[in-house]
Nanobody, 127 residues
Protein backbone atom coordinates (compact mmCIF):
# COMPACT_ATOMS: atom_id res chain seq x y z
CA UNK A 1 0.00 0.00 0.00
CA UNK A 2 1.08 3.52 -0.80
CA UNK A 3 -0.49 6.67 0.63
CA UNK A 4 0.03 9.85 -1.37
CA UNK A 5 -0.36 13.43 -0.18
CA UNK A 6 -0.07 16.37 -2.58
CA UNK A 7 0.87 19.91 -1.63
CA UNK A 8 1.91 23.15 -3.30
CA UNK A 9 -1.24 24.14 -5.12
CA UNK A 10 -2.66 27.63 -4.97
CA UNK A 11 -3.64 30.74 -6.87
CA UNK A 12 -1.13 32.25 -9.28
CA UNK A 13 -1.25 34.78 -12.09
CA UNK A 14 -0.76 33.74 -15.68
CA UNK A 15 2.93 33.44 -16.45
CA UNK A 16 3.76 32.47 -12.90
CA UNK A 17 5.14 29.25 -11.45
CA UNK A 18 4.21 26.66 -8.88
CA UNK A 19 5.88 23.50 -7.65
CA UNK A 20 3.70 20.62 -6.61
CA UNK A 21 4.98 17.93 -4.29
CA UNK A 22 3.62 14.47 -3.63
CA UNK A 23 4.86 12.72 -0.52
CA UNK A 24 4.45 8.97 -0.37
CA UNK A 25 4.36 6.70 2.64
CA UNK A 26 5.51 3.12 2.53
CA UNK A 27 8.73 1.43 1.52
CA UNK A 28 7.68 0.58 -2.02
CA UNK A 29 7.55 4.07 -3.52
CA UNK A 30 10.83 3.68 -5.38
CA UNK A 31 9.45 0.68 -7.33
CA UNK A 32 6.63 2.57 -9.01
CA UNK A 33 6.22 4.87 -11.94
CA UNK A 34 4.49 8.05 -10.82
CA UNK A 35 2.13 10.33 -12.65
CA UNK A 36 0.57 13.73 -12.25
CA UNK A 37 -2.99 13.98 -13.52
CA UNK A 38 -5.33 16.93 -13.59
CA UNK A 39 -9.06 17.37 -13.86
CA UNK A 40 -10.81 20.60 -14.69
CA UNK A 41 -14.55 21.10 -14.09
CA UNK A 42 -16.59 19.28 -16.71
CA UNK A 43 -13.54 17.61 -18.22
CA UNK A 44 -12.03 14.15 -18.00
CA UNK A 45 -8.99 13.46 -15.89
CA UNK A 46 -5.86 13.66 -18.03
CA UNK A 47 -2.26 12.65 -17.56
CA UNK A 48 -0.02 15.69 -17.45
CA UNK A 49 3.36 14.10 -16.75
CA UNK A 50 4.80 10.79 -15.62
CA UNK A 51 8.15 9.36 -14.63
CA UNK A 52 9.49 5.82 -14.35
CA UNK A 53 10.68 4.36 -11.06
CA UNK A 54 14.31 5.32 -11.71
CA UNK A 55 13.62 8.64 -13.38
CA UNK A 56 15.06 7.38 -16.63
CA UNK A 57 11.96 7.96 -18.73
CA UNK A 58 9.40 10.73 -18.63
CA UNK A 59 6.18 11.61 -20.40
CA UNK A 60 4.53 14.99 -20.92
CA UNK A 61 1.21 15.89 -22.42
CA UNK A 62 1.62 18.12 -25.48
CA UNK A 63 -0.15 20.94 -23.68
CA UNK A 64 2.57 21.20 -21.01
CA UNK A 65 5.75 20.28 -22.89
CA UNK A 66 8.47 22.83 -22.34
CA UNK A 67 6.63 24.35 -19.35
CA UNK A 68 6.29 21.53 -16.80
CA UNK A 69 9.00 19.26 -15.40
CA UNK A 70 8.44 16.10 -13.41
CA UNK A 71 11.12 14.75 -11.09
CA UNK A 72 11.44 12.42 -8.15
CA UNK A 73 13.61 11.87 -5.13
CA UNK A 74 13.34 8.24 -4.07
CA UNK A 75 15.35 8.89 -0.92
CA UNK A 76 12.64 11.33 0.17
CA UNK A 77 9.72 9.32 -1.22
CA UNK A 78 8.61 12.39 -3.12
CA UNK A 79 7.68 13.28 -6.68
CA UNK A 80 7.55 16.86 -7.91
CA UNK A 81 5.89 18.80 -10.68
CA UNK A 82 7.52 22.12 -11.51
CA UNK A 83 5.06 24.24 -13.45
CA UNK A 84 6.29 27.36 -15.24
CA UNK A 85 4.63 29.82 -17.60
CA UNK A 86 1.25 28.86 -16.23
CA UNK A 87 -1.85 29.57 -18.26
CA UNK A 88 -5.49 29.92 -17.22
CA UNK A 89 -6.20 26.63 -18.99
CA UNK A 90 -3.90 24.90 -16.50
CA UNK A 91 -6.51 25.53 -13.81
CA UNK A 92 -7.57 22.17 -12.38
CA UNK A 93 -7.29 19.83 -9.44
CA UNK A 94 -3.94 18.07 -9.72
CA UNK A 95 -3.55 14.51 -8.50
CA UNK A 96 -0.48 12.38 -8.11
CA UNK A 97 -0.80 8.68 -8.69
CA UNK A 98 1.35 5.57 -8.46
CA UNK A 99 1.39 2.83 -11.04
CA UNK A 100 1.50 -0.37 -9.01
CA UNK A 101 3.57 -2.28 -11.58
CA UNK A 102 6.94 -2.63 -9.92
CA UNK A 103 10.16 -1.77 -11.70
CA UNK A 104 8.50 -1.04 -15.04
CA UNK A 105 10.43 0.93 -17.64
CA UNK A 106 7.29 1.85 -19.52
CA UNK A 107 4.84 4.61 -18.77
CA UNK A 108 1.10 4.07 -18.74
CA UNK A 109 -1.02 7.02 -19.80
CA UNK A 110 -4.48 5.86 -18.71
CA UNK A 111 -5.80 6.68 -15.26
CA UNK A 112 -7.18 3.16 -14.75
CA UNK A 113 -3.63 1.82 -14.90
CA UNK A 114 -2.70 3.69 -11.72
CA UNK A 115 -3.43 1.98 -8.44
CA UNK A 116 -2.87 4.62 -5.77
CA UNK A 117 -4.09 8.19 -5.71
CA UNK A 118 -3.69 11.30 -3.62
CA UNK A 119 -6.56 13.55 -2.61
CA UNK A 120 -5.64 16.29 -5.07
CA UNK A 121 -4.52 19.90 -4.81
CA UNK A 122 -6.20 22.85 -6.49
CA UNK A 123 -4.25 24.97 -8.96
CA UNK A 124 -5.92 28.17 -10.13
CA UNK A 125 -4.31 30.42 -12.73
CA UNK A 126 -5.82 33.86 -13.12
CA UNK A 127 -5.61 35.82 -16.35
Amino acid sequence: QVQLVESGGGLVQAGGSLRLSCAASGRTFSRYAMGWFRQAPGKERELVAAITWNGGNTYYADSVKGRFTISRDNAKNTVYLQMNSLKPEDTAVYYCAADGSSWSFSININSYEYDYWGQGTQVTVSS
